[in-house]
Protein backbone atom coordinates (compact mmCIF):
# COMPACT_ATOMS: atom_id res chain seq x y z
CA UNK A 1 0.00 0.00 0.00
CA UNK A 2 1.40 3.69 -0.87
CA UNK A 3 2.92 4.95 1.94
CA UNK A 4 1.79 8.94 0.52
CA UNK A 5 -0.91 9.97 -1.30
CA UNK A 6 0.40 12.55 -4.32
CA UNK A 7 -2.63 15.00 -4.50
CA UNK A 8 -2.33 17.93 -7.07
CA UNK A 9 -4.53 21.31 -6.74
CA UNK A 10 -5.08 23.42 -9.76
CA UNK A 11 -5.83 26.79 -8.70
CA UNK A 12 -5.69 30.05 -10.43
CA UNK A 13 -2.99 32.04 -8.14
CA UNK A 14 -1.37 32.06 -5.10
CA UNK A 15 -3.70 33.93 -2.80
CA UNK A 16 -2.23 34.81 0.42
CA UNK A 17 -5.22 33.15 2.41
CA UNK A 18 -5.09 30.01 0.73
CA UNK A 19 -0.74 29.78 0.79
CA UNK A 20 -0.87 28.73 4.35
CA UNK A 21 -3.79 26.58 3.97
CA UNK A 22 -2.08 24.69 1.31
CA UNK A 23 1.08 24.81 3.80
CA UNK A 24 -1.04 22.66 6.30
CA UNK A 25 -1.89 20.27 3.83
CA UNK A 26 1.53 19.51 2.55
CA UNK A 27 2.84 19.04 6.30
CA UNK A 28 -0.05 16.35 6.87
CA UNK A 29 0.93 12.96 7.28
CA UNK A 30 0.11 10.57 4.39
CA UNK A 31 -0.02 12.94 2.03
CA UNK A 32 2.49 14.69 -0.57
CA UNK A 33 1.08 18.04 -2.34
CA UNK A 34 1.54 19.96 -5.28
CA UNK A 35 -0.22 23.29 -6.76
CA UNK A 36 -0.47 24.14 -10.22
CA UNK A 37 -1.11 27.84 -11.08
CA UNK A 38 -2.57 29.80 -13.93
CA UNK A 39 -0.50 32.41 -12.92
CA UNK A 40 1.60 34.30 -10.62
CA UNK A 41 0.72 36.10 -7.63
CA UNK A 42 -1.46 39.47 -8.27
CA UNK A 43 -2.07 40.25 -4.47
CA UNK A 44 0.54 40.38 -2.03
CA UNK A 45 3.46 39.31 -3.99
CA UNK A 46 6.24 39.79 -1.12
CA UNK A 47 6.53 36.04 -0.24
CA UNK A 48 8.39 34.14 -2.80
CA UNK A 49 7.57 30.53 -4.24
CA UNK A 50 10.03 29.05 -2.15
CA UNK A 51 8.80 30.15 0.97
CA UNK A 52 5.33 28.27 -0.03
CA UNK A 53 6.24 25.23 1.81
CA UNK A 54 4.94 23.04 -1.16
CA UNK A 55 6.27 22.21 -4.57
CA UNK A 56 4.69 24.42 -6.80
CA UNK A 57 4.18 25.19 -10.79
CA UNK A 58 3.32 27.87 -12.94
CA UNK A 59 1.73 27.37 -16.18
CA UNK A 60 2.21 30.30 -18.93
CA UNK A 61 -1.26 30.45 -20.89
CA UNK A 62 -2.95 33.29 -21.14
CA UNK A 63 -4.55 34.64 -17.97
CA UNK A 64 -7.49 37.28 -18.01
CA UNK A 65 -8.82 38.44 -14.93
CA UNK A 66 -12.26 40.44 -15.27
CA UNK A 67 -14.70 41.90 -12.63
CA UNK A 68 -15.70 39.29 -10.98
CA UNK A 69 -14.25 36.18 -12.25
CA UNK A 70 -11.05 35.14 -14.47
CA UNK A 71 -10.27 33.54 -17.48
CA UNK A 72 -7.37 30.79 -18.42
CA UNK A 73 -6.79 28.10 -20.97
CA UNK A 74 -3.88 25.91 -21.28
CA UNK A 75 -3.63 22.79 -22.65
CA UNK A 76 -0.04 22.12 -21.15
CA UNK A 77 -1.41 21.52 -17.79
CA UNK A 78 -2.50 18.01 -19.55
CA UNK A 79 1.55 17.06 -20.04
CA UNK A 80 2.05 18.44 -16.97
CA UNK A 81 0.02 15.87 -15.01
CA UNK A 82 1.57 13.59 -17.10
CA UNK A 83 4.32 14.12 -15.34
CA UNK A 84 3.70 14.30 -12.12
CA UNK A 85 0.73 11.31 -11.98
CA UNK A 86 -0.74 12.10 -8.82
CA UNK A 87 -3.14 9.82 -7.04
CA UNK A 88 -5.90 12.48 -6.78
CA UNK A 89 -7.03 15.57 -8.47
CA UNK A 90 -8.82 18.54 -7.26
CA UNK A 91 -9.71 21.66 -9.36
CA UNK A 92 -11.40 24.98 -7.66
CA UNK A 93 -13.18 26.12 -10.77
CA UNK A 94 -14.53 25.69 -14.46
CA UNK A 95 -12.59 27.19 -16.55
CA UNK A 96 -10.82 25.63 -19.56
CA UNK A 97 -7.47 24.96 -18.09
CA UNK A 98 -9.36 23.24 -14.78
CA UNK A 99 -11.56 21.14 -17.09
CA UNK A 100 -8.62 20.12 -18.82
CA UNK A 101 -7.54 18.70 -15.73
CA UNK A 102 -10.69 17.06 -14.77
CA UNK A 103 -10.70 15.31 -18.05
CA UNK A 104 -7.21 14.44 -17.03
CA UNK A 105 -8.69 12.53 -13.99
CA UNK A 106 -11.13 10.61 -15.67
CA UNK A 107 -9.02 9.50 -18.80
CA UNK A 108 -7.08 8.01 -15.93
CA UNK A 109 -9.25 6.85 -13.63
CA UNK A 110 -7.69 9.43 -10.84
CA UNK A 111 -10.28 10.59 -8.23
CA UNK A 112 -11.40 14.35 -8.39
CA UNK A 113 -12.24 16.52 -6.07
CA UNK A 114 -14.02 19.89 -6.57
CA UNK A 115 -13.28 22.84 -4.62
CA UNK A 116 -15.16 26.07 -4.85
CA UNK A 117 -15.69 29.33 -3.02
CA UNK A 118 -19.08 29.81 -4.58
CA UNK A 119 -22.59 29.47 -2.64
CA UNK A 120 -25.98 28.63 -3.87
CA UNK A 121 -26.72 32.42 -3.73
CA UNK A 122 -23.48 33.42 -5.75
CA UNK A 123 -24.53 31.23 -8.36
CA UNK A 124 -28.36 31.75 -8.48
CA UNK A 125 -27.89 33.69 -12.17
CA UNK A 126 -25.98 31.16 -13.73
CA UNK A 127 -26.97 30.08 -17.88
CA UNK A 128 -27.88 26.42 -18.25
CA UNK A 129 -24.21 26.08 -19.58
CA UNK A 130 -22.61 26.65 -16.64
CA UNK A 131 -25.26 24.67 -14.72
CA UNK A 132 -24.66 21.68 -17.41
CA UNK A 133 -20.93 21.76 -16.48
CA UNK A 134 -21.30 21.52 -13.32
CA UNK A 135 -23.54 19.14 -13.86
CA UNK A 136 -21.07 16.81 -15.55
CA UNK A 137 -18.02 17.73 -13.43
CA UNK A 138 -20.30 16.67 -9.97
CA UNK A 139 -21.48 13.45 -11.31
CA UNK A 140 -17.59 12.13 -12.22
CA UNK A 141 -16.08 13.82 -9.09
CA UNK A 142 -15.24 11.46 -5.70
CA UNK A 143 -14.94 14.67 -2.85
CA UNK A 144 -16.30 18.42 -2.71
CA UNK A 145 -14.66 20.84 -0.40
CA UNK A 146 -16.62 24.39 0.28
CA UNK A 147 -15.22 27.42 1.66
CA UNK A 148 -18.43 28.02 3.97
CA UNK A 149 -22.23 26.84 4.53
CA UNK A 150 -23.53 28.83 1.00
CA UNK A 151 -21.24 26.48 -0.87
CA UNK A 152 -22.29 23.07 0.99
CA UNK A 153 -25.61 24.31 0.26
CA UNK A 154 -24.80 24.91 -3.63
CA UNK A 155 -23.55 21.17 -4.07
CA UNK A 156 -27.29 19.87 -2.47
CA UNK A 157 -28.55 21.36 -4.86
CA UNK A 158 -26.94 19.70 -7.55
CA UNK A 159 -27.66 16.26 -5.62
CA UNK A 160 -24.12 15.55 -3.82
CA UNK A 161 -25.03 13.42 -0.75
CA UNK A 162 -23.78 14.60 2.65
CA UNK A 163 -20.88 12.33 3.39
CA UNK A 164 -19.10 13.35 0.41
CA UNK A 165 -19.01 17.54 1.27
CA UNK A 166 -16.42 19.10 3.20
CA UNK A 167 -15.59 22.21 4.31
CA UNK A 168 -12.21 24.55 4.02
CA UNK A 169 -13.15 27.72 5.16
CA UNK A 170 -11.65 30.91 3.80
CA UNK A 171 -9.83 32.52 6.84
CA UNK A 172 -7.09 34.88 7.66
CA UNK A 173 -4.08 34.92 10.51
CA UNK A 174 -6.36 35.36 13.26
CA UNK A 175 -3.16 36.24 15.61
CA UNK A 176 -1.69 38.22 13.53
CA UNK A 177 -4.92 40.71 12.81
CA UNK A 178 -5.02 40.46 16.50
CA UNK A 179 -3.24 43.72 17.12
CA UNK A 180 -3.66 46.64 19.60
CA UNK A 181 -6.03 49.25 19.27
CA UNK A 182 -4.89 52.86 18.01
CA UNK A 183 -5.57 55.44 20.91
CA UNK A 184 -7.51 57.41 18.77
CA UNK A 185 -8.95 55.09 15.89
CA UNK A 186 -11.28 56.48 12.59
CA UNK A 187 -14.83 55.65 12.37
CA UNK A 188 -14.93 53.49 9.46
CA UNK A 189 -12.60 51.52 7.13
CA UNK A 190 -13.25 50.37 3.65
CA UNK A 191 -10.63 47.65 2.55
CA UNK A 192 -11.09 46.27 -1.23
CA UNK A 193 -10.99 47.24 -4.74
CA UNK A 194 -12.73 50.34 -5.57
CA UNK A 195 -14.81 48.99 -8.23
CA UNK A 196 -18.44 49.28 -8.70
CA UNK A 197 -19.65 46.15 -7.22
CA UNK A 198 -17.97 46.85 -4.08
CA UNK A 199 -20.04 50.06 -3.60
CA UNK A 200 -17.06 52.50 -2.13
CA UNK A 201 -19.08 55.66 -2.70
CA UNK A 202 -22.06 54.14 -0.95
CA UNK A 203 -19.22 53.81 2.43
CA UNK A 204 -18.57 57.22 2.12
CA UNK A 205 -22.28 58.21 1.67
CA UNK A 206 -22.99 56.36 4.78
CA UNK A 207 -20.23 57.98 6.90
CA UNK A 208 -21.44 61.76 5.86
CA UNK A 209 -25.29 60.43 7.02
CA UNK A 210 -23.48 59.38 10.31
CA UNK A 211 -21.83 62.37 10.75
CA UNK A 212 -25.07 64.17 9.90
CA UNK A 213 -26.59 62.06 12.77
CA UNK A 214 -24.36 62.25 15.27
CA UNK A 215 -23.57 66.02 14.98
CA UNK A 216 -19.93 65.77 14.20
CA UNK A 217 -17.53 65.15 11.28
CA UNK A 218 -16.95 61.89 10.97
CA UNK A 219 -13.65 59.63 9.93
CA UNK A 220 -13.11 56.86 7.13
CA UNK A 221 -10.08 55.13 6.01
CA UNK A 222 -9.94 53.34 2.80
CA UNK A 223 -7.37 50.93 1.77
CA UNK A 224 -7.15 49.83 -1.77
CA UNK A 225 -7.40 51.00 -5.39
CA UNK A 226 -9.13 50.42 -8.38
CA UNK A 227 -10.47 52.09 -11.55
CA UNK A 228 -13.05 54.31 -9.45
CA UNK A 229 -10.62 56.35 -7.10
CA UNK A 230 -10.79 59.41 -8.96
CA UNK A 231 -14.62 59.18 -8.97
CA UNK A 232 -14.04 58.25 -4.66
CA UNK A 233 -11.81 61.17 -4.41
CA UNK A 234 -13.52 63.47 -5.86
CA UNK A 235 -16.75 63.13 -4.02
CA UNK A 236 -14.11 62.38 -0.71
CA UNK A 237 -13.18 66.59 -1.53
CA UNK A 238 -17.65 67.24 -1.87
CA UNK A 239 -18.16 66.49 1.42
CA UNK A 240 -14.91 67.14 3.42
CA UNK A 241 -17.20 69.19 5.40
CA UNK A 242 -18.63 65.89 7.06
CA UNK A 243 -16.10 63.47 6.71
CA UNK A 244 -12.50 63.11 7.07
CA UNK A 245 -11.66 60.89 4.69
CA UNK A 246 -7.75 58.97 4.07
CA UNK A 247 -6.58 56.99 0.95
CA UNK A 248 -3.77 54.66 2.40
CA UNK A 249 -3.49 52.77 -1.10
CA UNK A 250 -2.28 49.20 -1.42
CA UNK A 251 -1.33 47.26 1.58
CA UNK A 252 0.41 44.11 1.87
CA UNK A 253 -0.76 41.50 4.53
CA UNK A 254 2.23 42.73 6.74
CA UNK A 255 1.02 45.81 7.14
CA UNK A 256 -2.90 45.66 7.25
CA UNK A 257 -3.21 44.90 10.65
CA UNK A 258 -2.34 48.16 12.05
CA UNK A 259 -4.88 49.75 9.26
CA UNK A 260 -7.43 47.54 11.20
CA UNK A 261 -6.31 48.77 14.52
CA UNK A 262 -6.49 52.57 13.58
CA UNK A 263 -10.89 51.80 13.34
CA UNK A 264 -13.42 51.04 15.06
CA UNK A 265 -16.22 50.12 12.38
CA UNK A 266 -15.77 47.62 9.09
CA UNK A 267 -18.14 48.93 6.13
CA UNK A 268 -18.61 45.82 3.54
CA UNK A 269 -20.94 47.15 0.98
CA UNK A 270 -20.48 44.80 -1.40
CA UNK A 271 -23.15 44.11 -4.17
CA UNK A 272 -21.15 40.40 -4.89
CA UNK A 273 -18.93 38.06 -3.14
CA UNK A 274 -19.19 34.68 -2.24
CA UNK A 275 -17.48 35.70 1.07
CA UNK A 276 -15.14 38.11 1.55
CA UNK A 277 -12.06 37.67 3.89
CA UNK A 278 -11.83 40.97 4.76
CA UNK A 279 -14.76 40.52 6.95
CA UNK A 280 -12.18 37.71 8.93
CA UNK A 281 -9.51 40.42 9.13
CA UNK A 282 -11.70 42.76 10.40
CA UNK A 283 -13.28 40.20 13.14
CA UNK A 284 -9.60 39.09 14.16
CA UNK A 285 -9.14 42.77 14.81
CA UNK A 286 -12.48 42.85 16.71
CA UNK A 287 -13.77 45.80 14.65
CA UNK A 288 -17.65 45.02 14.50
CA UNK A 289 -18.82 44.62 10.84
CA UNK A 290 -21.46 46.45 8.50
CA UNK A 291 -22.31 44.34 5.72
CA UNK A 292 -24.42 43.66 2.88
CA UNK A 293 -26.86 40.24 2.65
CA UNK A 294 -24.75 40.07 -0.45
CA UNK A 295 -21.74 39.05 0.88
CA UNK A 296 -21.43 35.25 1.79
CA UNK A 297 -19.97 36.01 5.25
CA UNK A 298 -23.19 37.81 5.84
CA UNK A 299 -25.14 34.85 8.43
CA UNK A 300 -22.11 32.92 8.99
CA UNK A 301 -19.24 34.74 10.30
CA UNK A 302 -21.29 37.94 10.83
CA UNK A 303 -24.27 37.66 12.82
CA UNK A 304 -26.83 40.53 12.82
CA UNK A 305 -26.50 42.02 16.21
CA UNK A 306 -24.25 40.05 17.55
CA UNK A 307 -21.06 40.83 15.84
CA UNK A 308 -21.82 43.20 13.07
CA UNK A 309 -25.34 44.72 11.46
CA UNK A 310 -26.77 42.90 8.41
CA UNK A 311 -28.63 45.63 6.34
CA UNK A 312 -29.81 46.03 2.60
CA UNK A 313 -28.02 48.85 0.77
CA UNK A 314 -29.91 51.40 2.21
CA UNK A 315 -27.87 54.55 3.58
CA UNK A 316 -30.00 55.39 6.57
CA UNK A 317 -30.11 51.68 7.85
CA UNK A 318 -26.44 51.23 7.50
CA UNK A 319 -25.91 55.13 8.93
CA UNK A 320 -28.61 54.28 11.91
CA UNK A 321 -26.47 50.79 12.53
CA UNK A 322 -23.13 52.92 12.99
CA UNK A 323 -24.66 55.24 15.12
CA UNK A 324 -25.77 52.77 17.37
CA UNK A 325 -21.90 50.94 17.49
CA UNK A 326 -20.41 54.41 17.84
CA UNK A 327 -22.86 55.93 20.50
CA UNK A 328 -23.04 52.80 23.08
CA UNK A 329 -19.76 51.47 24.18
CA UNK A 330 -21.21 48.74 26.12
CA UNK A 331 -22.65 47.37 23.35
CA UNK A 332 -19.58 48.46 21.20
CA UNK A 333 -17.36 46.11 23.30
CA UNK A 334 -19.72 43.37 23.26
CA UNK A 335 -19.75 43.33 19.55
CA UNK A 336 -15.94 43.68 19.67
CA UNK A 337 -15.52 40.79 21.97
CA UNK A 338 -18.01 38.53 19.61
CA UNK A 339 -15.80 39.07 16.62
CA UNK A 340 -12.72 37.46 18.02
CA UNK A 341 -14.73 34.58 19.37
CA UNK A 342 -16.78 34.12 16.33
CA UNK A 343 -13.47 34.17 13.72
CA UNK A 344 -11.65 32.20 15.99
CA UNK A 345 -12.85 28.61 14.36
CA UNK A 346 -12.23 30.28 11.00
CA UNK A 347 -8.65 28.77 10.88
CA UNK A 348 -5.52 27.41 8.85
CA UNK A 349 -6.00 24.39 10.73
CA UNK A 350 -9.75 23.78 10.29
CA UNK A 351 -9.68 24.78 6.97
CA UNK A 352 -6.28 22.20 5.50
CA UNK A 353 -8.43 19.71 7.67
CA UNK A 354 -11.55 19.86 5.23
CA UNK A 355 -9.36 19.27 2.29
CA UNK A 356 -6.92 16.56 3.94
CA UNK A 357 -10.44 14.46 4.97
CA UNK A 358 -11.61 15.26 1.32
CA UNK A 359 -8.26 13.29 -0.40
CA UNK A 360 -8.43 10.68 2.06
CA UNK A 361 -11.86 9.76 1.16
CA UNK A 362 -11.26 10.42 -2.49
CA UNK A 363 -9.01 7.81 -2.57
CA UNK A 364 -9.47 5.18 -0.17
CA UNK A 365 -12.91 4.44 -1.42
CA UNK A 366 -12.32 5.02 -5.24
Not at 43 to 63: K, Q
Not at 189 to 212: D, N, Q, S
Not at 297 to 304: I, Y
Amino acid sequence: MKTEINAVIVTNVPAPYRVPVWRKVAQAEGISLALIFCAPPHIDTVLNTSDYGFVSYFLTGRYRAMERRFMHSDLRVWPLLNQLRPDVVITTGYIPTFLFSFAWAIAHGVPHIVMTDGTAKSEQSLSWIHRLVRRIVFKFSSAFIGACDGSKSLFRNYGVIENRIYKSCLCADNERFSYTSSAEPKDFIYCGRFVAHKRPIFALEVARETAIRLGRRASIDFVGSGEMEAELRAYADNISEYVDCRFLGYATQAELPKLYADAKIFLFPSEWDPWGVVANEACASGLPVIVSPNAGVAGELVVDRENGFIRELNIEQWAQAAVTLLSDQTLYACFSENCRLRVAEYNFDNSALGITNAIMQAYFEQ
